[in-house]
Nanobody
């Protein structure tokens, strides 16, 4: 059974930094595309960042110069380094895994999901 477990969320102030981690139980983690999504209160879940099996990265415009996605295939983990956090970054952050193929940014592109970790940024 595939499990994705997020960690690292918390309560922060604007301008702070935070690193989220996702541990995956995927047997062949290295071939999966991995992503982070987030869902703010009262809003739909949205794409944040993705990293291909080969290390290529993609970001939504609002975080591109502040967030960095990375992966450690040996540890089967994906990370999201978030800098210069803003109140609008407040959300539950979800880790997602996509089976090998063309990387996507839609919820329907991803096959496995974690339960999320909450990030709250105060002004």
């Amino acid at each position: 059974q595939v499990q994705l477990v997020e960690s690292g969320g918390g309560l922060l102030q604007a301008g702070d930094s935070l690193r989220l981690s996702c541990a995956a139980s995927l047997h062949t983690f290295s071939v999966y595309n991995m992503a982070w999504f987030r869902q703010a209160p009262g809003k739909e879940r949205e794409f944040v960042a993705a990293i291909k099996w080969n290390g290529g990265t993609y970001y939504t415009d609002s975080v591109e110069d502040r967030f960095t996605i990375s992966r450690n295939n040996a540890e089967k983990k994906v990370h999201l380094q978030m800098n210069s956090l803003k109140p609008e970054d407040t959300a539950v952050y979800y880790c997602a895994a996509q089976e090998p193929g063309r990387i996507g940014s839609a919820i329907s592109d991803y096959n496995y999901w974690g339960l999320g970790t909450r990030v709250t940024v105060s002004s």
